[in-house]
Each structure stands twice: as structure tokens, then as C-alpha cells.
């Protein structure tokens, strides 16, 4: 069973930084491009950020760029999440889902998501 | 940045009723489209992929149609376990972006 499992959420004042992990489970997660996606407090889904297969290329949204940086180590199984520069609005619900793709795609869908870490950032 | 719409926002249905969401994109997503469900208290799972195909597990009471720009998911007949958050996702492109979503609940 492929299974997702989040770690490294916590509270964290303005400014600070925080390491999300998710760890892979199931699966080769060397085959499989990965993604962050988070869920603020009673809002919907917003796509922070996705790695490819290898770690050689990753994509950011506008919201985080600059300040999130996504990498994978695949001979740990495990995909990581570096929050710099924290703000009270990144405030949320980090989900880790893998990527699946179409022929000519590299991540089209998202299956399965992991349970999700939560993150606070408070002054 | 692909922006997508749905409607209606809050659907409430009565079991055993069908229920339709519309996911309307503002560029051609061919067929890129997914949809999620939220239960209350879970993380999102996937019902439908590239805008028609259930995933492993999902019945068949849920279908998916449409491409370019408008979607809908149906089901056929609601069960008291489908109540929770829709959401249409597209994945053509980055940033992928999601729809507001869909509350479903029963009447």
C-alpha cells in the first residue's frame, strides 16, 4: 500500500524557519515526481510547491517563492519542505501527495495525499 | 495563472438523489482535470483523473466528463459517505491551481 507519512510541523514565530518532511512509503519514490500542497485554517487547497523525479527540477508558487525550497532523497525515501522567512499567512495544513502522469506529463494528478502536518506561525 | 471556477459552492442533496458539479477554467485544459473529495477531518482523495477516469477504489456511481474549459463531476445517487469538500484541480501546468470548492451535505 503506498502510503504518505508528514512530519515537522509545529508552532513557530514570524520570521523563523521550519523543515517539513514526508516520508514514502509503497513505492520507489525515485519513479515519481512529488508535491506540496497546504490547506490554511477552514480555506481550500493552494499548491506550494512540486519536485520531479530525480530532484533536477522544482517549481515553487508565487506565494512561497524565494523563501520555500523543495528537495527529495530518494535513498531515504523522503521528501523535504524548507520554510525560511516564515509570515502568519503560510499558517496551514502541509499535505504531501505523489504526482502520477499522463504520457507526455510529468505530474497530472495527485494520488494518494498523506494526513498532513500542521504549521502555525505566531508573533 | 489557470483560474478555476465551481458551481455551485454548497449543494445540499437528499440520498439517493444525483448531484452535479460544474469546474469552468479560464484557458483550455484539454483534458488535465481532476477532482478531489475531502471528507470532514481527512486529507483530499482522488475520484476522477484526467477529466473522466475514476481512480482505483471510487464507485461507479461517480463519473467524470467534459475537456477544453467546462467539466462536471456527477453521482448518480448520494450516499451519506460522499458528504465532504469537492474540488476540481488542474494539471496541465504550474502553479497548478485548484477550484474554491464544492460543499456537499445531505438535506
Known amino acids: 500500500e503506498v502510503q504518505l507519512l508528514e512530519s515537522g510541523g509545529g508552532l513557530v514565530q514570524t520570521g523563523g524557519s521550519l523543515r517539513l518532511s514526508c516520508t514514502a512509503s509503497?513505492?520507489?519514490?525515485?519513479?515519481?515526481?512529488m508535491t506540496w500542497v497546504r490547506q490554511a485554517p477552514g480555506k481550500g487547497l493552494e499548491w506550494v510547491s512540486s519536485?520531479?523525479?530525480?530532484?533536477?527540477?522544482?517549481h515553487y508558487g508565487d506565494s512561497v517563492k524565494g523563501r520555500f525550497t523543495i528537495s527529495r532523497d530518494n535513498s531515504k525515501n523522503t521528501v523535504f519542505l524548507q520554510m525560511n522567512s516564515l509570515r502568519a499567512e503560510d499558517t496551514a495544513i502541509y499535505y504531501c501527495?505523489?504526482?502520477?502522469?499522463?504520457?507526455?506529463?510529468?505530474?497530472?494528478?495527485?494520488?494518494?495525499w498523506g494526513q498532513g502536518t500542521l504549521v502555525t506561525v505566531s508573533s | 495563472e489557470i483560474v478555476l471556477t465551481q458551481s455551485p459552492l454548497s449543494l445540499p442533496v437528499s440520498p439517493g438523489e444525483p448531484a452535479s458539479i460544474s469546474c469552468r477554467s479560464s484557458d483550455s485544459l484539454h483534458n488535465y482535470l481532476d477532482w478531489y473529495l475531502q471528507k470532514p477531518g481527512q486529507s483530499p482523495q482522488l475520484l476522477i483523473y484526467?477529466?473522466?477516469n475514476r481512480a482505483s477504489g471510487v464507485p461507479d456511481r461517480f463519473s467524470g466528463s467534459g475537456s477544453g474549459t467546462d467539466f462536471t463531476l456527477k453521482i448518480s445517487r448520494v450516499e451519506a459517505e460522499d458528504v465532504g469538500v469537492y474540488f476540481c484541480m488542474q494539471g496541465l501546468q504550474t502553479p497548478f491551481t485548484f477550484g474554491p470548492g464544492t460543499k456537499v451535505d445531505i438535506k
Open positions: 501527495a505523489k504526482c502520477s502522469r499522463a504520457e507526455t506529463g510529468w505530474c497530472n494528478w495527485l494520488d494518494p
Open positions: 519536485i520531479r523525479e530525480s530532484g533536477g527540477s522544482s
Open positions: 509503497g513505492f520507489t519514490l525515485s519513479s515519481s515526481a
Open positions: 484526467l477529466g473522466s
